[in-house]
């Protein structure tokens, strides 16, 4: 990529892009399954809300023209 070419990627880093996605499924699924509906029966709306726009703004959204 230096030289303004991309050579592509390996399999040892498909392999490790296919370990990554996986773990990261793993990781939303435990969210919407276990984390979320206990955060929602413990947290005022208000709570859930802010940390709703956090995460979304962490992630680039842009939250100005809602």
Known sequence: MAEGR???FGAADEAVFERFA???ASHVENEERLAYPQARGLLPEATQAAM???MAVRRGA?????
Do not use: M
């Open 6 to 8: 991309c050579q592509g």
């Open 22 to 24: 996986a773990c990261y």
């Open 52 to 54: 709703g726009r956090e």
């Open 62 to 66: 842009d939250l100005s023209r809602r």
